[in-house]
């Protein structure tokens, strides 16, 4: 799986749109994107993940660049239950299970 | 039921010890996993289940013994633990089958303490 990087900690104002960026230079053609979110000590919550189109949800959106070498998690209007460890990963798109593997994040803490 | 329970939240536990931690879903899904995570570090996988097979075990010492007795549960069997085997147990459960992409989706873990 190729590798991603993050900045390891942001912040943002509440009721701000935070946008937390992501590279994965090196992504294969038939690898996700997928962002996972961890609030302090609970366990890992799925957010969203993309292939080549930008996607969104109720969570958030994720812009995917045409190149596919970066990414940015789009949260509309942050709230302090937004603060956790945000984790962009990329894995293949095999069949069967798989690990994820984590890097080390991004902290995102929203500010009052 | 769309969600991923871990049995117990917190766990001490001496060094000759046995207890086992529990998971369990009621999503239909398929594969399960144990994640281990410690202090200010990201998760790491240690073992997965696919239709009640082990498939991957990312050479865990055999102090720790997975078991999945259905497809519905998973559990972690643990001995002779070390106190650096302190950590935030993670379980998770992806659908498989016709599923595409195959999504994991986490328990709230338990905080296992080896003294």
């Known amino acids: ?112 | 039921d769309t969600e991923v329970t871990q049995t117990p939240k917190h766990l001490v536990m001496g060094m000759t010890n046995k207890k086992s931690l529990k998971c369990e879903q009621h999503m239909g899904h398929r594969a399960m996993y144990w994640y281990k995570q410690k202090a200010k570090k990201p998760p790491e996988l240690m073992f997965v289940y696919s239709y009640e097979k082990l498939s991957i075990n990312e050479s865990v010492p055999s102090r720790f013994s997975p078991e999945c007795p259905n497809s519905s549960l998973l559990n972690l069997h643990l001995h002779a633990l070390q106190p650096e085997d302190s950590a935030l147990y993670l379980c998770a459960s992806s659908p498989l089958g016709d599923v595409w992409p195959d999504t994991q989706y986490f328990g709230p873990g338990t905080r296992l303490t080896v003294l």
Request: net charge neutral; charged share 15%.
């Open chain 1, 1 to 112: 799986d190729a590798k991603t990087t993050q900045p390891p900690s942001m912040d943002c104002a509440e009721g701000r749109a935070a946008n937390l960026p992501c590279n994965h230079s090196t992504i294969s053609g038939n690898e996700y994107v997928y962002w996972y979110r961890q609030i302090h000590s609970q366990g890992p919550q799925y957010i969203i993940h993309g292939l080549k189109n930008n996607e969104t949800n109720e969570m958030a959106s994720l812009i995917i660049t045409e190149d596919r070498k970066s990414s940015t998690l789009i949260l509309p209007h942050a709230t302090l239950r937004d603060t956790a460890v945000y984790y962009c990963i990329v894995r293949a798109s095999i069949q069967g299970a798989q690990k994820l593997v984590f890097g080390q994040g991004t902290r995102l803490t929203i500010n009052p």
